[in-house]
């Protein structure tokens, strides 16, 4: 179903430490190009890298190599092939990684310690360049990709300065990063021009989602947070009791359109936060619906008592706008521009109570009332 690598270092007392397992994608029997993660089930990962390591173990000599796996639809990793140094497969490690494999390599031979082989970037492709053609056309068409790449975020160009190109010669290779593998896919797609059909869509960051039309009222708080800081979302109506299949679909894809936090509201028996949160690994933030046989008493037991396991973070009854704030301090936690405007909102909501607290010690509490508090 799938090609993996896994990239292994073996120091000289035999020590081992995996690489993340990626994806190779093929095209006319050559490698086109490398996802780092795999999108596979960490089971999988686990597969692959235990039989990668178990394959180095019974090898001799140190440093690194590469573990060529084919993922059968059965889910059984198999091996299909070891090549004992630096390798294709592993180039993203140049930037994506802590060590790269050529570092590691060096440590490994040379008997110092292994280095940490995660990956520093939550995401990274590798694209071969492969010559398009023979001569000086194939060359130009190379540099006008390398032209294009020097302008999008997180690439790192490697030319190989080959003498001579030839159609399909691996003449050099582009890194992307980036915080997602849908960012570091759209990025690619703007590097080979697949995106060149109508206006760019922005990638929604959050999602708010509401059991029906009517929870608008009180979910409009969370949009207008998102939209207070700017936050790309996607706002829409999804059932877990009306439309059921509708909300498996959406929550099963929810991360891989690269979305990072869910907001859901529903009221009376609200199960939509809940069964979403356990149809994705993505933080889901429930908003119990204000109703008028229970007050929200019921949404909001409905949505707070989870099981051990399938958290959903609830906030206080129709308090959409808390929700809103938390979705956005989850983002700001790896954007530091993001984080420095949830401090500067925090630092102005203080400053307005400060001015509140001044205004009420001068005036007292009847001037007050009757000058700031009129209905
Ligand atoms: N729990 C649930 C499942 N599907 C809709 N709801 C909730 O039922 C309430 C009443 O919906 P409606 O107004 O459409 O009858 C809304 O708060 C909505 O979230």
Same mark, same amino acid.
């Given at each position: 179903?799938?090609?993996?690598?896994?990239?292994?270092?073996?120091?000289?007392?035999?020590?081992?430490?995996?690489?993340? &397992?990626?994806?190779?994608?093929?095209?006319?029997?050559?490698?086109?190009?490398?996802?780092?993660?795999?999108?596979?089930?960490?089971?999988?990962?686990?597969?692959?890298?235990?039989?990668?390591?178990?394959?180095?173990?019974?090898?001799?000599?140190?440093?690194?190599?590469? @573990?060529?796996?084919?993922?059968?639809?059965?889910?059984?990793?198999?091996?299909?092939? &070891?090549?004992?140094?630096?390798?294709?497969?592993?180039?993203?490690?140049?930037?994506?990684?802590?060590?790269?494999?050529?570092?590691?390599?060096?440590?490994?031979?040379?008997?110092?310690?292994?280095?940490?082989?995660?990956?520093?970037?939550?995401?990274?492709?590798?694209?071969?360049?492969?010559?398009?053609?023979?001569?000086?056309?194939?060359?130009?068409?190379?540099?006008?990709?390398?032209?294009?790449?020097?302008?999008?975020?997180?690439?790192?160009?490697?030319?190989?300065?080959?003498? =001579?190109?030839?159609?399909?010669?691996?003449?050099?290779?582009?890194?992307?990063?980036?915080?997602?593998?849908?960012?570091?896919?759209?990025?690619?797609?703007?590097?080979?021009?697949?995106?060149?059909?109508?206006?760019?869509?922005?990638?929604?960051?959050?999602?708010?989602?509401?059991?029906?039309?009517?929870?608008?009222?009180?979910?409009?708080?969370?949009?207008?947070?998102?939209?207070?800081?700017?936050?790309?979302?996607?706002?829409?109506?999804?059932?877990?009791?009306?439309?059921?299949?509708?909300?498996?679909?959406?929550?099963?894809?929810?991360?891989?359109?690269?979305?990072?936090?869910?907001?859901?509201?529903?009221?009376?028996?609200?199960?939509?936060?809940?069964?979403?949160?356990?149809?994705?690994?993505?933080? @889901?933030?429930?908003?119990?619906?204000?109703?008028?046989?229970?007050?929200?008493?019921?949404?909001?037991?409905?949505?707070?008592?989870?099981?051990?396991?399938?958290?959903?973070?609830? @906030?206080?009854?129709?308090?959409?706008?808390?929700?809103?704030?938390?979705?956005?301090?989850?983002?700001?936690?790896?954007?530091?521009?993001?984080?420095?405007?949830?401090? =500067?909102?925090?630092?102005?909501?203080?400053?307005?109570?400060? &001015?509140?607290?001044?205004?009420?010690?001068?005036?007292?509490?009847?001037?007050?009332?009757?000058?700031?508090?009129?209905?």
């Amino acid at each position: 179903r799938r090609e993996l690598s896994v990239i292994v270092a073996r120091s000289r007392d035999g020590c081992t430490v995996c690489y993340p &397992v990626v994806e190779t994608i093929h095209k006319d029997n050559i490698c086109h190009v490398v996802e780092a993660p795999a999108q596979i089930p960490e089971k999988m990962k686990k597969l692959a890298t235990s039989v990668a390591e178990k394959a180095i173990k019974s090898l001799e000599g140190a440093g690194v190599f590469a @573990v060529e796996l084919f993922l059968t639809n059965d889910n059984q990793a198999l091996l299909n092939e &070891v090549a004992p140094r630096p390798h294709n497969s592993g180039h993203h490690t140049i930037e994506a990684c802590y060590t790269s494999q050529y570092e590691q390599h060096l440590r490994a031979i040379l008997g110092l310690p292994l280095g940490d082989p995660a990956m520093k970037a939550p995401a990274a492709i590798m694209y071969n360049i492969l010559g398009e053609d023979e001569g000086d056309s194939g060359f130009v068409l190379a540099h006008q990709l390398i032209k294009r790449a020097l302008n999008i975020p997180g690439a790192s160009v490697h030319w190989y300065a080959k003498p =001579e190109i030839r159609k399909q010669r691996k003449m050099g290779h582009i890194t992307i990063v980036g915080p997602s593998m849908f960012d570091v896919k759209a990025h690619l797609d703007r590097l080979l021009q697949r995106d060149t059909d109508g206006p760019k869509k922005v990638r929604p960051r959050a999602a708010v989602i509401m059991g029906s039309d009517s929870d608008l009222p009180i979910m409009k708080d969370a949009a207008a947070i998102l939209e207070k800081f700017n936050i790309p979302f996607e706002l829409t109506i999804v059932s877990a009791h009306r439309t059921p299949e509708r909300m498996y679909a959406y929550a099963l894809s929810a991360k891989e359109r690269g979305l990072e936090v869910i907001i859901a509201g529903a009221g009376g028996a609200a199960h939509l936060p809940g069964m979403v949160a356990s149809l994705t690994t993505l933080p @889901v933030i429930g908003v119990p619906i204000w109703t008028k046989s229970l007050q929200g008493t019921d949404s909001l037991l409905s949505i707070v008592q989870m099981p051990k396991g399938i958290p959903v973070a609830t @906030v206080a009854i129709g308090n959409a706008e808390n929700a809103g704030l938390l979705a956005v301090r989850m983002l700001a936690s790896r954007d530091t521009e993001l984080s420095d405007r949830v401090n =500067e909102y925090q630092q102005n909501l203080e400053d307005s109570v400060l &001015v509140k607290a001044r205004l009420l010690e001068e005036l007292g509490w009847d001037k007050y009332l009757e000058q700031c508090m009129k209905p």
